[in-house]
């Protein structure tokens, strides 16, 4: 069964920077595409970051320019390295990874960003 587990989330200050991490077990599988969404307090689920299978990225114009998502497949671990974080980047972030044919998805890193 595949599992998703992301880690380093957190607080941090408007300005700082965090880098979140997606390793996928349980699977002999590696990640096709990979892909960061995050859910705001009182808001939809939106789309941050994808990676395609050829490594191309793409970003939500909201974070182009700070974010970016990259990939190890050596570790089967997608990240997502986040700079000069503002207040409205506080969401939860959830990881999601396109392996053998489905989407799977983590379990959700909070990301607190105070001014």
């Known amino acids: 069964q595949v599992q998703l587990v992301e880690s380093g989330g957190g607080s941090v200050q408007a300005g700082g920077s965090l880098r979140l991490s997606c390793a996928a077990s349980?699977?002999?599988?590696?990640?096709?595409?990979g892909a960061w969404y995050r859910q705001a307090p009182g808001k939809q689920r939106e789309l941050v970051a994808h990676i395609a299978s050829s490594g191309s990225p793409n970003y939500a114009d909201s974070v182009k320019g700070r974010f970016t998502i990259s990939r190890d497949n050596a570790k089967n671990t997608v990240y997502l390295q986040m700079n000069s974080l503002k207040p409205e980047d506080t969401a939860v972030y959830y990881c999601?990874?396109?392996?053998?044919?489905?989407?799977?998805w983590g379990q959700g890193t909070q990301v607190t960003v105070s001014s």
């Open positions: 999601g990874g396109y392996i053998d044919g489905h989407w799977y």
């Open positions: 349980g699977s002999t599988f590696r990640f096709n595409a």
